[in-house]
């Protein structure tokens, strides 16, 4: 049902098939931009093509041209299609996760034990992110692995606090009330009854999250945090151009290259996840019927 | 109400002591002579300095929990430390930095708040049709590029290209006159003291260092609002009372403007505090791509030299400010929304 | 609604290009320098050790001697009215008494004249001071032939390992003060240095360039609250932490311009002209250093005019060179190497990130891997100096022929040197270990500090030509942040780094000591194994060549301490950089000098538009 939904929805269309485009981008990248030998043991290594810094325009050889660093943009994009995925899919998953089982056995066993998570959670986002972000990697070295702790650490409290409210709405209606009258247990209640009604809106926010770590990574990467140089990332991929953007001064498009690819595919990852989580909510929501 | 307020606020310093607490415990895992960065910042700066010296001087050998109970002591006489990457007291440079931070973000605020309302608007009107497509499309655009490409973008043309508003705070002889003639610094906002102290001509200037930054923050929130305003919009549309206004004949803008968007404006009354919270700690980059000297920027370079005194203050700083702001909202929300209770 | 905004944005606009009208003018008497990350630690003289301060100590101080015209074998009086040789007869034989004889009629900014007190109490003030990571082991090596003031206190019979100062006895603080004020002594209008042992580069070390020797006003100092030469009260103003010296954020010199402010939250410095300066007014009337760190707002601030000169990395050169009326002045010599280190003795555990297994067993390196000279050799045959030289430094600099740069005397030139070698380096990895290793491969990681791709680059190249050698060779290059690199160092942990020396004062005594002396700044991070061969190898060379005044006897010692070197491969020299300075090309009269830290002296420069 929800799914013909999608599907008769020309933007949600959209969405899905960029996603699936993605998809089947991340899937082939072994054959879309093949490994050279010598990277052999380490495929997420960007190949370069000479060690000066000039990027150079797309040619026959490199269809998308080499950014700062001869780095090969084409296979950064390709290669870089899965690190999207891993980070967005690990990041939103994990903290989603420790999100709702907090949030939501937070708001139902309630009192002083919730308020005490509150509490919790509020010292959590007192961090502003990106200080925190730094402040991890220089403990844990750089990385994207650091950067996914970071990320996790900081994003499950979002998805808690999201959850508790929905919970408190769903914990006093009459079919929990039942449900505990008739003896069941707590955990199941949780699972069974109060979850599948309040989970939709973490789930819409969380597709919404996946493209947007896309971009909180090229933040990291700009500030000389997030994936070691040379790895492929978008983020790092778009942070390569912060000193080509202006071009030179008689040409202010001569390194267009640099920008447009790598913002290209944060800009449609982004707008598929996007387009599918409004989609999803639209339907979700019974009482718009556009 | 006000004892709610009160609990609230009684739970202010416990929270506070926690993210003191947790940053003690990631600075735990450092070793001294990794602290040591904050003295020699890069591998240019190693000469001939002893590094077992240097660590011996700041203390940065001792034990974890010293230096946090005299951290601790220090505070509540009122001392934060001192900052050796801001090459001030902690506290001057949060109280010197943060008006330029806060002056910027509510600046953005207007821009943001306004633009992603009517964006939101315009979507919801043409639900489903290509405005709204358009619209959604334009404002993801602006969230997904990062805000440094498109800062420079607009530095380029704004600043390099047509010359109207370069980086910075203040002109050179704007400048000039803040630091060494007479003028007073009543609030650190640059807009704010140029007119009461008079000066017309440095509001202006302010005000013009002030516009690219904004432009760029707004593109960046447009999406999020708007988001929350279409969905509230569309919900609201579908209730009985606009069908009523529908039916008895009234004009499709008549119900929106009087209508619809005012009930539905109670979310985004509601995320405009997390909204201005995301706007003071998400502007490092904006601060950066345009020179602009707040917060945001000091922080992070001083995060990355692992200027501990600095990270903790500053993070005590933004926790107290969460915490408030956070209360403001909900207190805001019981007041507009009287189903809200706050218990 | 739409008919609003679309007003509001006309307003904007409007308003904007009224605005517009405020834009400055060009100003011949201003002179806007933008640098990049990072402004000064300090500018006290006696702390200062980083290029960023060195730049507004520059501006506001002045010196005894100077080079004239910025070269480094041409030395000329400034505050002194004399360079002392053994032929004027200023310096002794011996070459330990040298007698300075100080100008007459030089005003401070804040009015006082300088006497040959200032100059004197200039030097104990620093020596007394001796803050922690400050350069004042220049003075102290030279006139007490030890390194800091702790070390002063044992020759005066206490403990130099103490926790702070007022555990040790006064009457040895005392005894202390006596020994440093001996070394520097007042006679009418000169004043005498008595050095323990000849140092051909004390002069050096008291030249414009060297931030340390820069001369203050006592009777200010003491009226600021600082130390008033009273013997027995010095140790309230020993090793304070850099922001409660007195001269931290501010200045009295006697150089061309006033410190009006260091504005640290705007992270600018302001001057202006100090128009008694005893050579003549400057002809900038202000000048404003300011730090930008997003190279590509620094350009367009170059490029609309608002800068006059701004901070452009060597990599980033190519992207200015371009720009219309705008001067990229380059090829500037310097005085520096940079140097890929080896580390002896690695500990392998909790350091298996970069030794693998610890193990010659082909996943990992043992901790004496490059305690094996042929290893040494074969990596020094690996790496690809033209490649770097061309493609990386964009030509900007020559490959070395040892530790010491050829900018400085005693270098031979002639020095058979490493080049890229894939035969020799082969031949070598194949004698390492016996053999074994070319049988079983190795496994190791090689690290440079994040954010400087030079260096990054430099290790890549390293990486590719070792790998293509053997495909049981593997090189990992391995990005740390700066605050684990150091950590790393201070326990000898890199197998493989790489690090720069810029120098202090131009003399081949400032590259031996660092590069090649077991006490030395690099022997420590490069493990025990370094420190015993040197100790064996060089030390005695090197201290020997320090005390030699006669300049052929240098010169055999020297040349000695090189071919050991590389025979040793002890490190892999593989750059020596030239500098460059990016400016509009309005500004006119640009002096350089390699013993310069500053990246201009204002005093020379002018603006003139074209």
Same mark, same amino acid.
């Given at each position: 049902?929800?799914?013909k939904?999608?599907?008769r929805?020309?933007?949600s ?28 043991n ?15 325009p ?8 080499l ?8 296979y ?21 996760f420790i999100?709702?089982?907090i949030?939501?056995t937070?708001?139902y066993?309630?009192g ?13 986002m007192s961090?502003?992110?990106l200080i ?16 996914i ?6 994003r499950w409290?979002?998805y808690?606090r999201?959850?508790?409210?929905n919970?408190l709405?769903v914990k006093q209606d009459?079919y ?5 009258a008739?003896?069941?247990s707590?955990?199941?209640?949780l ?5 599948p ?10 597709s919404m999250?996946?493209?947007s ?6 933040t990291?990467?700009?500030?000389g ?5 040379g790895?492929a990332d ?12 202006l ?23 982004v707008?598929?996840w ?11 929501d019974?009482r718009?019927?556009g | 109400?006000?004892t709610y ?7 202010l310093p416990?929270?506070?002591?926690g993210v003191?607490l947790l940053?003690?415990v990631?600075?735990?895992?450092l070793?001294p ?5 904050a ?28 230096r ?25 440079a949060v109280?010197?930095?943060f ?10 605020s207007v ?5 992603g ?11 489903n049709?290509?405005?709204?497509h ?10 997904s590029l990062?805000d440094f ?6 530095l380029?043309?704004?600043?390099g290209?047509?010359?109207?508003f370069?980086?910075g705070r203040?002109s050179?002889w ?6 060494t003639?007479?003028f ?11 007119? *009461?102290?008079?000066r ?7 005000v &013009?260092?002030?516009?690219? /930054? %904004?432009? =760029?923050l +707004? ?6 609002l708007l988001?929350i305003?279409?969905s509230?919009?569309?919900e609201v549309?579908?209730?009985?009372y606009v ?6 004949? *009234? ?10 968007? &005012?009930?539905?404006?109670? /979310? %985004?009354a =509601?995320v +405009?505090?997390?909204?201005?919270l ?12 345009f020179?602009y ?10 995060a990355?030299?692992?200027d ?20 403001v909202?909900d ?13 | 609604m739409?008919?609003?905004s ?6 904007l606009?409007?308003l ?6 405020f834009?400055?003018p ?20 006696a702390?200062a050790y980083d290029t ?5 100590i ?9 080079y004239v ?8 009086p400034?505050?002194a009215?004399?360079?002392?040789t053994?032929?004027?007869g ?11 004889p ?16 200032d ?6 003030r620093?020596?007394l001071a001796?803050?922690a ?5 220049m ?9 800091t003031?702790?070390?002063v ?7 130099g ?9 006064p009457a040895?603080l ?5 020994l440093?004020?001996?070394?520097i ?5 000169d ?10 580069p004390?002069i050096?070390i ?12 006592k009777?200010?100092m003491a ?6 030469g009273n ?8 090793d ?5 010296m007195?001269?931290?954020?501010q ?10 402010t ?10 202006s ?7 003549g ?5 202000s000048?404003?250093i300011?730090?930008?760190p ?8 170059l ?8 901070y ?7 992207q ?5 009326d705008?001067?990229v ?26 030794v693998?297994s ?10 004496d891997f490059?305690?094996?000279v042929?290893?040494?050799k ?14 990386v ?19 031979n ?7 890229h070698?894939?035969a020799?380096?082969t031949e070598y ?6 053999g074994?290793l ?6 190791v990681?090689i690290v ?8 990054k680059?430099a ?9 293509s050698?053997?495909?049981k060779?593997?090189?990992?290059v391995?990005?740390?942040e700066w ?18 020396w ?7 005594h ?5 590069f090649?002396?077991?006490t030395?700044?690099?022997?420590g ?8 061969l040197?100790?064996?190898?060089f030390d ?6 320090i005390?030699?005044?006669d ?6 010692i ?6 050991r ?8 020299p593989?750059m ?6 990016v400016m509009?090309?309005?500004v ?10 500053a990246q201009?002296d204002?005093y020379t420069?002018?603006k003139?538009?074209k």
């Amino acid at each position: 049902m929800v799914m013909k939904k999608l599907l008769r929805n020309p933007l949600s269309m959209v969405g899905l098939l960029l996603l699936l485009g993605f998809i089947l981008v991340a899937i082939f990248a072994p054959w879309i931009a093949p490994t050279q030998e010598i990277y052999a043991n380490d495929p997420y290594r960007v190949p370069r093509f000479g060690w000066g810094t000039t990027p150079e325009p797309p040619s026959p050889q490199h269809p998308m041209g080499l950014t700062q660093g001869k780095y090969d943009i084409f296979y950064g994009i390709v290669w870089g299609t899965r690190t999207a995925f891993q980070v967005g899919l690990i990041v939103t998953g994990l903290s989603c996760f420790i999100g709702v089982v907090i949030g939501s056995t937070s708001a139902y066993v309630g009192g002083k034990f919730d308020e005490v998570i509150m509490r919790f959670v509020d010292v959590f986002m007192s961090f502003p992110f990106l200080i925190a972000a730094i402040v991890i990697t220089a403990i844990l070295g750089r990385g994207l692995d650091k950067v996914i702790i970071a990320l996790v650490i900081f994003r499950w409290t979002g998805y808690a606090r999201l959850i508790r409210g929905n919970v408190l709405q769903v914990k006093q209606d009459e079919y929990v009330m039942a449900a505990r009258a008739g003896g069941v247990s707590h955990p199941k209640i949780l699972l069974r009854h109060i979850l599948p009604n309040t989970i939709f809106p973490v789930l819409i926010q969380a597709s919404m999250n996946m493209g947007s770590i896309v971009v909180t990574a090229s933040t990291l990467s700009f500030l000389g945090l997030g994936a070691p140089e040379g790895h492929a990332d978008w983020g790092q991929m778009i942070s390569f151009a912060r000193n080509w953007v202006l071009g030179t001064p008689d040409n202010s498009l001569a390194y267009w290259y640099t920008v447009v690819w790598p913002g290209l595919a944060i800009v449609l990852f982004v707008l598929s996840w996007n387009l599918i989580g409004d989609a999803f909510r639209d339907i979700m929501d019974p009482r718009i019927q556009g | 109400m006000i004892t709610y307020i009160a609990r609230r606020l009684l739970f202010l310093p416990i929270v506070l002591i926690g993210v003191t607490l947790l940053v003690f415990v990631a600075m735990s895992f450092l070793s001294p002579y990794q602290l040591v960065s904050a003295y020699i910042k890069s591998p240019e700066e190693l000469k001939n300095q002893s590094l077992d010296d240097l660590v011996r001087k700041y203390g940065l050998d001792q034990p974890i929990h010293v230096r946090y109970v005299s951290w601790m002591k220090n505070l509540l006489k009122g001392d934060l430390g001192y900052s050796v990457s801001a090459n001030m007291p902690v506290a001057e440079a949060v109280t010197k930095r943060f008006p330029a931070t806060i002056e910027l973000a509510l600046f953005a605020s207007v821009p943001v708040v306004l633009g992603g309302i009517w964006l939101g608007t315009i979507s919801a009107k043409h639900y489903n049709r290509p405005l709204d497509h358009v619209t959604r499309t334009f404002a993801i655009i602006g969230w997904s590029l990062p805000d440094f490409v498109f800062g420079l973008i607009l530095l380029m043309i704004f600043y390099g290209v047509l010359g109207w508003f370069p980086p910075g705070r203040l002109s050179m002889w704007a400048d000039t006159v803040v630091l060494t003639g007479n003028f007073t610094r009543y609030t650190g906002l640059n807009t704010v003291d140029s007119l *009461l102290n008079g000066r017309p001509d440095i509001f202006w200037d302010s005000v &013009r260092h002030l516009i690219a /930054p %904004v432009i =760029t923050l +707004s593109y960046l929130w447009w999406a999020y609002l708007l988001r929350i305003t279409r969905s509230s919009m569309l919900e609201v549309m579908n209730k009985d009372y606009v069908r009523t206004a529908r039916a008895k004949g *009234l004009t499709e803008k008549v119900v929106v403007n009087r209508h619809v968007r &005012r009930n539905a404006m109670i /979310p %985004v009354a =509601t995320v +405009s505090g997390s909204m201005i919270l995301g706007l003071l700690g998400g502007v490092v980059i904006v601060e950066t791509v345009f020179d602009y000297k707040g917060l945001g920027l000091l922080t992070a370079t001083g995060a990355q030299q692992l200027d501990y005194t600095l990270i903790l203050g500053t993070t005590l700083f933004y926790g107290m400010l969460l915490v408030l702001i956070n209360l403001v909202v909900d207190v805001l929300y019981a007041v507009i929304d009287p189903r809200v209770r706050l218990e | 609604m739409r008919t609003k905004s679309l007003s509001l944005l006309v307003v904007l606009l409007v308003l904007s290009l009224s605005v517009s009208v405020f834009a400055a003018p060009f100003d011949a008497e201003t002179f806007v320098y933008v640098g990049g990350a990072g402004g000064p630690q300090t500018l006290d003289p006696a702390a200062a050790y980083d290029t960023a301060s060195g730049e507004v100590i520059h501006q506001v101080y002045d010196n005894l001697f100077e080079y004239v015209d910025g070269e480094l074998d041409n030395m000329g009086p400034m505050l002194a009215t004399e360079v002392p040789t053994v032929a004027n007869g200023l310096m002794s034989e011996d070459g330990r008494t040298i007698r300075v004889p100080i100008r007459q009629g030089v005003k401070f900014h804040s009015g006082h004249t300088l006497t040959a007190e200032d100059v004197r109490y200039s030097f104990l003030r620093g020596m007394l001071a001796d803050p922690a990571g400050g350069p004042i082991w220049m003075f102290f090596e030279p006139l007490l032939g030890v390194q800091t003031m702790r070390n002063v206190i044992e020759m005066a019979g206490g403990s130099g390992d103490f926790a702070a100062i007022d555990e040790v006895d006064p009457a040895i603080l005392r005894k202390a003060y006596d020994l440093v004020a001996a070394s520097i002594e007042v006679d009418g209008n000169d004043i005498v240095f008595h050095l323990v042992e000849p140092y051909p580069p004390f002069i050096n070390i008291l030249a414009k360039g060297g931030s340390w020797s820069a001369i203050v006003c006592k009777d200010w100092m003491a009226a600021n609250g600082d130390w008033d030469g009273n013997p027995d009260t010095w140790a309230k103003w020993y090793d304070l932490a850099l922001e409660d010296m007195t001269l931290y954020d501010q200045a009295n010199g006697t150089g061309p311009f006033k410190l009006d402010t260091w504005d640290k939250s705007g992270a600018q410095v302001l001057f202006s002209r100090f128009d008694e300066y005893w050579q003549g007014p400057a002809s900038l009337k202000s000048v404003v250093i300011k730090n930008i760190p997003e190279l590509a707002t620094r350009q367009l601030m170059l490029r609309v005019g608002d800068a006059d000169a701004i901070y452009v990395g060597q990599e980033d050169l190519p992207q200015v060179r371009t720009m219309p009326d705008v001067t990229v002045i380059d090829g500037l010599p310097q005085v520096t190497n940079t140097v890929l280190f080896y580390s002896f003795t690695i500990p392998v555990e909790g350091n298996e990130d970069l030794v693998g297994s610890g193990k010659l067993d082909g996943k990992g390196i043992p901790s004496d891997f490059f305690a094996d000279v042929n290893v040494r050799k074969a990596f020094n045959y690996s790496f690809d100096y033209e490649a770097f030289l061309t493609e990386v430094a964009l030509g900007a600099g020559v490959t070395p022929v040892g530790p010491i740069p050829q900018s400085l005397p005693y270098v031979n030139t002639e020095q058979e040197y490493f080049k890229h070698d894939p035969a020799r380096a082969t031949e070598y990895f194949k004698k390492a270990f016996d053999g074994e290793l070319w049988e079983k491969g190795f496994e190791v990681g090689i690290v440079y500090n994040t954010g400087n791709n030079t260096r990054k680059t430099a290790l890549e190249i390293l990486e590719y030509n070792v790998e293509s050698i053997n495909p049981k060779f593997k090189v990992n290059v391995i990005g740390l942040e700066w605050a684990t690199v150091l950590d790393k160092l201070r326990s000898a942990s890199l197998p493989v780094f790489v690090m720069g020396w810029l120098m202090d004062f131009p003399d081949t005594h400032n590259f031996a000591v660092p590069f090649m002396h077991s006490t030395g700044t690099f022997a420590g991070y490069c493990g025990q194994g370094l420190i015993d061969l040197a100790k064996v190898e060089f030390d005695a060379l090197v201290e020997a060549g320090i005390k030699a005044t006669d300049p052929a006897e240098r010169e055999k010692i020297y040349f000695e301490l090189q071919k050991r070197y590389v025979d040793l491969a002890v490190g892999m020299p593989f750059m020596e950089a030239t500098t460059h300075r990016v400016m509009r090309d309005w500004v006119k009269g640009f002096t350089y000098s390699p013993a310069y830290s500053a990246q201009y002296d204002y005093y020379t420069i002018s603006k003139e538009e074209k």
